[in-house]
């Protein structure tokens, strides 16, 4: 299921791309688009969320199909100029301090001397370790690890950011910060590519999610593209009103309402089958009624109730 | 590494300490004989060399930094390229400190048997390096069969009559060693030499200089293409 919403500018591209370790497929005819903003990738475990991960980066080449990283063959070790990865691993080179393994990773990229020192002081203090740098990082606790690994990602200023789970040990104020960050980034035109298990970081994190489930890609686009797309589960709205026994019948006259329960004392629960269809009649029912409406709140738009929907649809049999 | 190197030092100095068994001074070609040809080329040199060449990229894997070096913008063959210089130089430091140790224990006697087995050592660990950083691209325990090889081939095969033990490393750095030990009456004699079936040195630099050449392409291409989980 693929939404309407192109990607803006195509920094990364999977056609058609499959991959099988032995006699186990990992990822089935995969065709996506990844561009600027974030994108975030969403998956039970063992869905293929890694191996998509390893094959974008250029860790493992496909059986079937091409990727191509900004017009280029991911596995090419020119694509991975462009690439900056996150691993989901803590492993790092620990004995170094945190100063010292951004220089070297600057070396390894390519970076000497003055140019290397500058992009590592740069790096730290992005991702908020610059006070904190001279330690060695077996001394760090997971959140700075998660911290270290990211600038790593960064040091080389690249065009697709590859990050998994990458909030994984991060207090709740780092993880904020962190978004933060990865929202500057998506907004200097970088494509963001984020996994993460932990559905609701998606709902406020992601302008496009990537559903995947036993190597198929279930859906991709925006949240709310995906959600009207499920024809078959009915959007569910909460609308908190002064009076619902009084407006529950007119509200039932909409075409785009399939169904309409009263939750006392003051809440009614609405199944819509087109939502922006109903949100247009209702604003319109709204303008002209005195609903006193108080609230009015969409209870099965989140990251976590699309995925178990996808999940759902996908177990039934075709 | 260091330790097994000790304990080869203190071995030399006991040998070399006069007894009453053997008043005598102990000579350039004894030394050779007994201790740096037995005890330094038959095990500690491969073990030296594997110590350093086989953990060089399965280390990477199984402390899980290998992706790093994966994702760089370095061409895989050179990140291979890499690993071989820097575990070559670290390992030439090794073996050739090492030999330098065994043989400037017991003196003056000593500066002569360095002069012949230095430049065999320096080739010798080029070819064990690029050996054994091919088991390291090339499974993740490599260690382990590293450890088969040197104990496996080098040692029980390179002893062996025939001419099998011709797949061994050490077997061309005895050749060569036999040939430039003349000075020193390096060689066994008569029937022993007959069985080793030697190689001219010219040979043996050869085989020597194309293994390590081999090895080492051989690895990058391995290196290039393995996917490595």
């Avoid at chain 2, 005598?24 to 491969?46: C, H, K, N, S, W």
């Amino acid at each position: 299921m693929n939404t309407e919403s192109r990607v803006t500018t195509t920094l990364a591209e999977m056609r058609n791309v499959s991959k099988w370790f032995g006699p186990v497929m990992a990822l089935n005819g995969v065709n996506l688009e990844i561009g600027s903003g974030i994108t975030g990738l969403v998956g039970p475990n063992g869905a293929g969320k890694t191996t998509l991960l390893r094959l974008l980066t250029g860790q493992i080449k496909t059986s079937l199909g091409g990727i191509d990283v900004c017009g280029r063959d991911a596995w090419s070790a020119r694509a991975k100029d462009h690439i900056g990865l996150c691993p989901f691993g803590d492993a790092t080179w620990d004995e170094l301090s945190g100063r010292k393994l951004m220089r070297v990773t600057a070396g390894m990229r390519g970076f000497t001397g003055a140019e290397a020192r500058r992009r590592a002081e740069s790096v730290l203090e992005t991702v908020g370790m610059a006070k904190r740098a001279d330690r060695p990082v077996r001394t760090y606790s997971k959140g700075m690890r998660q911290r270290i690994k990211l600038g790593q990602a960064l040091v080389h200023d690249p065009d697709l950011l590859v990050l998994d789970e990458p909030l994984n040990g991060v207090d709740p104020v780092g993880c904020e910060e962190l978004n933060d960050l990865f929202r500057t980034l998506a907004a200097q035109g970088k494509a963001v590519l984020v996994s993460s298990h932990i559905l609701h970081e998606m709902d406020q994190l992601a302008d496009r999610i990537l559903f995947i489930c036993r190597g198929k890609l279930l859906a991709s686009g925006s949240l709310a593209e995906i959600r009207d797309m499920l024809d078959d589960h009915p959007l569910k709205v909460r609308i908190s009103c002064g009076s619902p026994r009084c407006i529950a019948p007119q509200l039932l006259m909409l075409e785009s309402v399939k169904s309409v329960s009263i939750e006392p004392p003051s809440d009614l629960l609405l199944e819509v089958q087109n939502p922006s269809r109903f949100y247009a009649e209702f604003g319109e029912f709204a303008a002209g009624n005195d609903a006193q409406v108080q609230r009015l709140k969409a209870t099965d738009t989140s990251t976590e109730a699309v995925f178990d929907y996808l999940m759902e649809r996908a177990a039934r049999p075709e | 590494m260091l330790v097994l190197l000790a304990l080869a030092v203190l071995i030399t100095y006991l040998w070399s300490l006069p007894k009453p068994w053997h008043p005598d001074t102990r000579t350039a070609a004894e030394l050779a004989r007994q201790i740096v040809l037995p005890l330094y080329m038959g095990f500690l040199l491969p073990v030296i060399c594997l110590g350093y060449a086989s953990a060089a990229i399965a280390d990477e894997r199984t402390g899980e930094t290998l992706v790093y070096l994966l994702t760089t913008n370095i061409p895989r063959p050179l990140v291979y390229l890499s690993k071989y210089a820097a575990a070559l130089l670290l390992t030439l430091g090794m073996t050739l400190g090492g030999l330098a140790a065994l043989c400037l224990v017991p003196g003056k006697i000593g500066l002569e048997a360095l002069g012949i087995f230095w430049t065999v050592t320096a080739c010798a660990t080029a070819a064990y390096v690029g050996l054994f950083l091919l088991f390291s691209a090339w499974v993740r325990r490599a260690t382990f069969l590293a450890l088969a090889y040197a104990l496996m081939i080098e040692t029980l095969t390179g002893n062996i009559p025939g001419v099998v033990k011709r797949i061994t490393v050490s077997f061309y750095a005895k050749s060569w060693l036999y040939e430039s030990g003349e000075p020193i009456d390096l060689a066994p004699g008569g029937v022993v030499l007959g069985l080793f079936d030697p190689v001219t040195a010219a040979t043996a630099q050869w085989v020597l200089g194309l293994a390590s050449v081999g090895f080492v392409a051989l690895g990058m291409w391995i290196f290039s293409r393995k996917e490595y989980d």
